[in-house]
């Protein structure tokens, strides 16, 4: 593996103006890639005061084909510990601010889901007002989404949105460096179907009959779900947004909404509250490293069989993680919807009760 690390972008810098080493002196790796959301990694160097020097936070590594952004930096002898996440979390330091000087009601925009998302990254991103706000960003579109989509913001984090965006549509992006246009630039992405089910693209199909899984784990459950939601607006009136459960698997809960409840956005604003509150379903699968690539993508529909319970079921590829170690690399996946990490599930309660109080 071989790591090329850049200084800190600026928006007037080139990729050969901010080089400062390549190096394939790497102990071990491992990176979680997510289909709509950033990922995390880390990467570990033997100790050497000569690399040491040349990082930085905030710096970029280009690596395995991924663009990560440098976090934390630490070291004591024998390694030097580099952690962070890819060029996603960009849209993680901004926030949606409403289209006026007073910073006052909601940011709304109305089209295909491609309009609807360059129009935020271009208020607050790509052409901001304020000119520190701007990021080294160039939108590249790639997939229209939804043909009638539609979205309404108040200081929402921009990943935020585009994840929810993104979900909504069944749609992907990414954040990619680009030599020739010296600087970063944001395409959405669309998964391919490559099930059992359909005889367009190549199958992929996950089986230990196969020989193509090494190991796996099935996972599935409510503990996360809310799916009733009485949503107070700005005047304290409550209503019950739709639902169909009832009896034990009816969860409720309250979402306030800094809007009236007249309003044609107040019901899609209140369940975008609870985005994240979902019934789980995921396939965790090691497989070999070989296959990803090139059979199968991020994103891409694929079949796997329940080796445990029996049955095959189509999955869309969620997150990839590569591990690298001792001169050995390796891959697993997550197929479906994965369970919330608890520390995140508490970030984004935190960051919806602080939009509540606005």
């Known amino acids: 593996m071989f790591a090329k690390i850049f200084k800190p972008p600026t928006l007037t810098s080139t990729f050969s103006d901010d080089f400062l080493f390549a190096t394939d002196r790497i102990s071990s790796y491992e990176y979680t890639k997510r289909w709509t959301k950033s990922g995390a990694f880390t990467l570990t160097f033997p100790f050497d005061k000569e690399i040491l020097k040349s990082l930085e936070e905030n710096g970029i590594i280009f690596l395995d084909g991924d663009w990560l952004w440098i976090q934390d930096i630490f070291y004591?002898?024998?390694k030097i510990i580099v952690t962070g996440k890819d060029c996603k979390a960009f849209l993680e330091t901004r926030i949606a601010l409403p289209n006026n000087t007073g910073f006052t009601g909601y940011s709304s925009v109305s089209g295909t889901t491609e309009q609807c998302i360059e129009y935020y990254l271009n208020l607050n991103c790509i052409n901001p007002v304020d000119e520190s706000r701007k990021l080294p960003l160039i939108f590249a579109g790639g997939t229209a989404g939804l043909s009638n989509d539609s979205y309404m913001a108040r200081f929402e984090y921009i990943s935020d949105i585009v994840t929810t965006m993104c979900e909504n549509a069944g749609i992907g992006y990414d954040i990619r460096g680009n030599i020739a246009d010296s600087g970063f630039k944001f395409y959405l992405?669309?998964?391919?179907?490559r099930s059992f089910d359909q005889d367009v693209n190549p199958r992929v199909i996950f089986s230990s009959h196969w020989r193509n899984v090494i190991s796996q784990s099935f996972e599935h459950g409510v503990d996360n779900l809310l799916n009733a939601v009485y949503a107070t607006d700005v005047d304290e009136v409550s209503q019950l947004v739709a639902t169909t459960?009832?009896?034990?698997?009816?969860?409720e809960c309250n979402v306030n909404v800094g809007i009236s409840h007249t309003d044609s956005w107040f019901e899609k604003y209140a369940?975008?509250?609870?985005?994240?509150n979902v019934a789980t379903e995921s396939f965790n699968i090691n497989v070999p490293f070989s296959n990803y690539g090139t059979d199968y993508e991020l994103g891409d529909v694929v079949t796997v069989k329940d080796d445990f319970a029996g049955g095959f079921y189509n999955r869309a590829v969620t997150e990839v993680t590569k591990s690298f170690s001792s001169g050995q690399r390796s891959i697993s996946l997550v197929l479906g919807t994965a369970k919330q990490k608890p520390v995140q599930k508490l970030v984004n309660n935190l960051i919806n009760k602080t939009q509540q109080r606005k």
């Open 271 to 276: 369940l975008k509250e609870i985005k994240d």
């Open 189 to 193: 992405l669309k998964g391919v179907d």
């Open 76 to 78: 004591e002898e024998p």
């Open 245 to 251: 459960a009832s009896g034990i698997s009816r969860r």
